[in-house]
């Protein structure tokens, strides 16, 4: 028998992207339980303290760019910056950019640690530790009066096991915090679904590998919205 898919996730392939998704997993971090197994979860991946986050802002505007996400402690420094992607690019100066403004939020003279999360679908795990390596070595060599900041990747799906783990329990309904996780998993698990990197794919497939992924989308769109391709 198929699982049975949650409704956002069947929505998701027509109505949703990672913004959607970046603002349900800022809504799940205002719940205290949800927002400490989160911290934790990321703290113990990149070995570091996390407790004094107290609140996420949500698209914090800064001069070279836009932060998905951004965890703040009391006096409003940014302890956790997080740049969640689904299929949109990576890439070592953006997140360089979001470092460097970590750093530049701290009181001088402080040397507060912070952690830097690059968050994708399993599927781009490896590609994304790889970029968080380089932000890392990079770091190495800046000296070590430099304010530490880890630079780590996680997947959606460990993120959000760490939230259904907390969420779990036996008394839960159709209204509830482990109900709302499972939501944000289907509706990840579906845009998730849509990413199969063409590095991945070998060079004699390629051709294949698009056009059933042309073939996906073209069921997937509504049929009004369907029409001849101009050129």
Not at 124 to 149: C, N
Request: net charge negative; with cysteine; aromatic share 6%.
């Amino acid at each position: 028998m198929t699982p049975y898919e949650p409704l956002l996730g069947k929505l998701a392939p027509r109505w949703f992207n990672e913004v959607t998704a970046t603002d349900a997993l800022r809504v799940l971090l205002d719940e205290g339980t949800l927002r400490e197994a989160f911290l934790g979860f990321v703290g113990a991946l990149a070995s570091t303290d996390l407790t004094a986050v107290r609140s996420f802002e949500r698209e914090r505007v800064i001069a070279d760019g836009r932060i998905d996400l951004e965890g703040v402690d009391v006096q409003g420094r940014p302890r956790l910056v997080i740049e969640a992607k689904f299929a949109h690019g990576m890439s070592v100066e953006q997140l360089l950019k979001y470092r460097a403004h970590q750093r530049g939020e701290r009181n001088i003279g402080e040397a507060v640690p912070g952690v830097l999360l690059l968050l994708v679908p399993a599927s781009r795990l490896e590609p994304a530790r790889a970029i968080m390596k380089v932000l890392r070595d990079t770091d190495a060599a800046s000296g070590p009066d430099a304010a530490p900041i880890s630079a780590v990747a996680a997947s959606w799906e460990d993120c959000l096991g760490a939230l259904e783990a907390t969420a779990a329990d036996p008394r839960s309904g159709p209204v509830s915090l482990a109900a709302d996780v499972a939501q944000l998993q289907a509706l990840c698990a579906s845009l998730a679904s849509w990413i199969a990197p063409l590095t991945e794919v070998p060079e004699d497939e390629t051709w294949e590998y698009l056009r059933v992924i042309l073939e996906q989308v073209r069921q997937r769109v509504p049929q009004r919205a369907q029409g001849p391709i101009q050129k």
